[in-house]
């Protein structure tokens, strides 16, 4: 069946730092989703990629959709504190979303 | 927006009890899903509802698991005979849904259960 992998699995960046968090499917996507989960929270949605090699940005959030639809990542320009937390691609092919393990993202002041 | 709300926050119960759960989506959403998430996982899609249709379950879920959705609003989800590998967040969201395009979803605070 469909798979949804990420990585790297943690990453720890000094408070300023950008971040990277990358996600491949094993089938082509029809969209990718992207969520964020705050230690102790539930998955808030933050954004939805449809078109092959798609970026979308939001303030220091951006986000691309490989040209293939089977790829995508996350970039966070000048981490904040408030940065912390997990995020999750969720892929769309034939089946319902399938999420990846998630990034944990730690920002040390 | 009262957003998605579930019922009861925490559950706790032994081994071989039957466990049922409950999930409010937002009024206006038609499409329900029930998630389950372990610790370090990402939520694992477990079934979804179109209004009180339930359109797909995953292959992975036990014949011990059930879900409702009766009246296109509310849904339950039901364990029998919980096994300690039971234990996990349950996780509800709700989208609007058209066609085959997935809708973003939105979640509820889910229900924690444990298995003693």
């Known amino acids: 069946g469909q798979q949804v992998m990420q990585i790297p699995q943690y990453q720890h960046v000094q408070e300023g730092e950008d971040f990277t968090t990358y996600c491949n499917s094993s089938?082509?996507?029809?969209?990718i989703q992207w969520y964020k989960q705050r230690p102790g929270g539930h998955p808030v949605f933050l954004i939805q990629?449809?078109?092959?090699?798609e970026v979308k940005k939001q303030k220091r959030l951006t986000f691309q959709f490989g040209e293939a639809k089977k790829n995508s990542s996350l970039h966070i320009t000048a981490t904040q504190t408030t940065d912390v937390g997990t995020y999750f691609c969720?892929?769309?092919?034939?089946?319902?979303?399938?999420f990846g393990k998630g990034t944990r993202l730690s920002v040390i002041a | 927006d009262t957003g998605v709300s579930q019922d009861p926050r925490h559950k706790i119960t032994k081994r071989g009890q039957n466990v049922t759960f409950r999930c409010d989506p937002i009024s206006e959403h038609n499409r329900l899903y029930w998630y389950r998430q372990t610790l370090g996982q990402g939520p694992e899609f477990l079934t979804y509802?179109?209004?009180?249709?339930?359109?797909?379950k995953s292959r992975l879920l036990s014949d011990r698991f059930s879900a409702e959705r009766p009246k296109g609003s509310f849904s339950t989800l039901e364990i029998q005979r919980t096994e300690q590998g039971d234990s996990a967040m349950y996780l509800c969201?709700?989208?609007?849904?058209?066609?085959?395009?997935?809708?973003?979803?939105?979640f509820g605070d889910g229900t924690r259960l444990s298995i003693l």
């Open positions: 089938t082509t996507l029809s969209n």
């Open positions: 509802f179109q209004n009180e249709a339930q359109l797909e």
């Open positions: 969720a892929g769309s092919g034939n089946t319902p979303l399938v």
């Open positions: 990629l449809v078109k092959s090699g």
């Open positions: 969201a709700s989208s609007l849904g058209a066609g085959s395009r997935d809708q973003p979803q939105h």
